[in-house]
């Protein structure tokens, strides 16, 4: 790695850093669209924990939204259970300098993301934890759940780094450390084993008297008895968006100035859509989001985050499921000033369960226990106590038959409507819709003001009911597509779920939605000269589409450029879904030699299955020189079997190619890792 790209990575580096506490920032000076006002002047943790006489802090640090989902059912627990008055907040909330005196217990639930790096929004957790000195800590006592995936080298990194700092402050860990593993889809279960142990040393160690689990709720609810007017929301994605308020704007430039981020997407329309592959049973969406009308900006390689609203079909049956009035107007006030409202209030049941609940995906077994409570009979709460007590025969009768919550339920109550779950408790028990991210498959040096997109739809024929298994974000960007699109109309029994494309209050008329940038560190050498390898089966391809964009508008701009040599190695099953076919031969042109594409078919009728790492193999005394020269390796895609299987392959290159052990090509990959010379997106 030249000195060049070092200050390039640097530079990322705090380019992050700075992003990701401008988010914070952003919430102290412009108010987080959710939150409300916590009852102190102080952020330090501690002064609020006294100040609202709580007894008991649960912490998340979540990226997704697992590890916040899972706190906030953790925390209820504690207070249904064990009638304990529990403050559960977000790290990013508070500051930790007097965590030294803190007088309560503290359960921490911390996801790991990327190369085991902390959530974005636990910058400050992290600094704090990297500055804490021995024995500093002996006053706290703690719980701790990491939340990662063992397909990652470095699994659950920011749990394991927080348990180490803690302990080595003279903190005492109760209980044993869990950790749940996204990898082998165990999540739910790994959390369900580890709390059941945890609560009964919880019990023992700080002397908790066990009472029946009765749901308490966070905050009172209020039905509103008026029309809808300006200040309900109806679906907005954040407060910014109500007609009572006003996006920020700059006159000078004549763009809307956010600053947009995770909390406050920007509304952005898709200026043009297509569908990528020729097949009639699968889909793969290009979408070109226009970000010119505001002041959003990414750079190659990095994210972009879609934030998506539920299909028609799936809100209507939960709506019925739970016999809900959709046109219920209703506010929250959150009981105790350290609670959040989880969307802007005040607003409808059919706008929350639309646009701001996860209802779509599998039902887990923790949800279905905290469901026993409120069984219409005997009969259901036997069955609901059987399932949750049993991971097998849930697995069985729930999870292989891809329900999700109103399928279950209706499942078991044989498809009668359940009137004896409190809305409330929907509300506190769902999480909160989270955005899907995907790497930007255009380039910020060609497509300056257009982000491009490049999704495969997910979709599952049938479930056990009938119902297709639907993906919510790339089964939306479908349905846009066909809708831009003047020869195709979106018709039911060709799609398997429909949605309501306007959005609320028109906002997402003519192609709109919600997205946000995710700054990444996937980048291309500085040094134009320095060799590129690029591996990217199936959407894996994506951001190297940007990539090769990007070198070929610097061809374009400087023609006396002396570009290094780039590979890309492709796969996908045939030529039915060979993404950006038609693109390839004029970035062949127009890099004039200097890249290379090699194809992979895995389904080709009557030939063996070929992929990417066997096109590697196959060139490996290429793929080896251009390591030799310095080359820079990217790895794009499938995070479970293609990025393992790349790099074994890359391993036995290199040791067959330097004649070298195994176990010293497997170390030199890691210290190319991490000085940025083989970088991996992989989800
Ligand atoms: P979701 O609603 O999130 O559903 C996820 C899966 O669950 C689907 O397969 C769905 O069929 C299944 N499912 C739904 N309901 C059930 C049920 N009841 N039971 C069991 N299963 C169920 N993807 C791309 O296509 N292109 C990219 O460039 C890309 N880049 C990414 C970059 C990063 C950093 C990350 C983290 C991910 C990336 N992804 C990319 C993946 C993407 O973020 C989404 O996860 C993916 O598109 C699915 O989103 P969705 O909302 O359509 O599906």
Not at 4 to 23: C, E, G, P, S
Not at 85 to 104: A, F, G, I, P, Q
Not at 288 to 301: I, P, Q, R
Request: aromatic share 10%; proline share 5%.
């Amino acid at each position: 790695m030249d000195s060049v790209d070092v200050i390039v990575l640097l530079l990322a580096a705090v380019a992050v850093l700075f992003y990701t506490n401008r988010t914070k920032l952003t919430s102290i000076f412009f108010g987080n669209d959710d939150s409300i006002t916590v009852n102190s002047s102080s952020g330090d943790i501690v002064t609020v924990l006294k100040e609202n006489k709580k007894n008991y802090l649960v912490l998340y640090a979540s990226q997704t939204g697992t590890a916040e989902d899972y706190a906030k059912s953790f925390a209820k627990e504690l207070i249904s259970k064990f009638s304990l008055n529990v403050m559960c907040t977000d790290v990013e909330n508070y500051e930790y300098d007097n965590l030294d005196t803190v007088s309560v217990p503290v359960s921490i639930f911390i996801s790991t993301y990327g190369e085991g790096d902390f959530p974005d929004n636990a910058a400050n957790f992290e600094s704090f934890l990297n500055n804490i000195e021995s024995s500093d800590l002996t006053n706290l006592k703690f719980t701790l759940f990491g939340f990662g995936n063992s397909t990652y080298e470095f699994y659950n990194g920011a749990a394991k780094r927080t348990l180490k700092a803690l302990k080595s402050a003279g903190a005492t860990l109760i209980g044993s450390y869990g950790e749940a593993d996204d990898g082998s889809a165990s999540t739910d279960e790994d959390y369900l084993s580890w709390k059941s142990k945890i609560f009964d040393d919880l019990k023992t160690s700080l002397n908790l008297d066990e009472q029946e689990d009765i749901f308490k709720p966070s905050f009172k609810y209020e039905v509103i008895d008026e029309k809808v007017n300006g200040k309900v929301a109806l679906g907005e994605p954040c407060q910014e968006y109500l007609p009572r308020n006003k996006l920020p704007f700059s006159k000078e430039k004549n763009v809307f100035t956010g600053p947009f981020n995770a909390n406050f997407p920007y509304v952005a329309p898709i200026t043009a859509s297509r569908e990528l592959f020729q097949s009639d049973d699968r889909n793969c969406i290009h979408a070109e989001f226009d970000v010119s009308g505001s002041n959003l900006k990414y750079s190659t390689g990095d994210h972009l985050a879609i934030w998506p609203s539920n299909a028609n079909e799936t809100v209507e049956k939960f709506l019925a499921v739970f016999s809900l009035n959709p046109d219920e107007i209703f506010n929250l006030t959150p009981l105790d000033a350290t609670i959040k409202l989880p969307f802007p209030c005040p607003t409808t049941i059919g706008s929350v369960v639309r646009h701001y609940m996860e209802i779509t995906g599998p039902v887990s077994r923790k949800f279905f226990s905290s469901l026993v409570q409120f069984a219409p009979n005997n009969e259901i709460k036997e069955r609901l106590e059987e399932l949750s007590n049993d991971k097998d025969q849930f697995a069985v009768e729930i999870t292989s038959k891809y329900y999700n919550i109103a399928d279950a339920v209706s499942y078991l109550s044989n498809e009668k409507p359940w009137t004896t779950i409190p809305w409330t408790f929907l509300i506190e028990s769902l999480a909160r819709i989270q955005p899907r991210y995907y790497s930007i498959s255009s380039s910020s040096l060609s497509e300056k003001q257009t982000i491009h997109v490049t999704a495969v739809v997910e979709n599952i024929p049938n479930n056990k009911s009938g119902n297709p298994i639907i993906g919510v974000t790339t089964n939306l960007l479908r349905n846009i597509q066909l809708n831009q699109s003047l020869n195709e109309k979106i018709s039911g029994p060709s799609l398997p779920c429909t949605y309501d494309l306007s959005g609320p209050r028109n906002l997402f008329e003519d192609s709109k939605l919600p997205v946000h940038v995710r700054r990444s560190h996937f980048k291309l050498p500085s040094n134009p000269r320095t060799p590129v390898i690029m591996i990217g089966p199936g959407t894996g391809v994506a951001p190297f589409r940007g990539f090769i964009r990007e070198r070929c508008k610097m061809l374009e701009l400087q023609s006396n450029l002396k570009l290094g040599k780039h590979l890309l190695f492709y796969g996908c099953r045939n030529n039915d879904d060979y993404l950006y076919k038609d693109e390839f031969p004029e970035y062949i042109e127009k890099m004039d030699g200097l890249l290379e594409l090699f194809v992979a078919f895995s389904r080709l009728p009557g030939s063996e299955k070929v992929y990417a790492q066997d096109m590697l193999k196959e060139n490996e005394e290429q793929v080896l020189s251009l390591m030799k020269q310095g080359a820079f390796i990217y790895v794009c895609g499938d995070a479970k079997s293609m990025a393992q299987a790349v790099h074994a392959t890359l391993i036995d290159i290199l040791r067959r190619g330097l004649q070298i052990s195994a176990a010293e090509a497997t170390e030199m990959l890691k210290m190319f890792k991490t000085t940025g010379k083989y970088q991996e997106d992989v989800w």
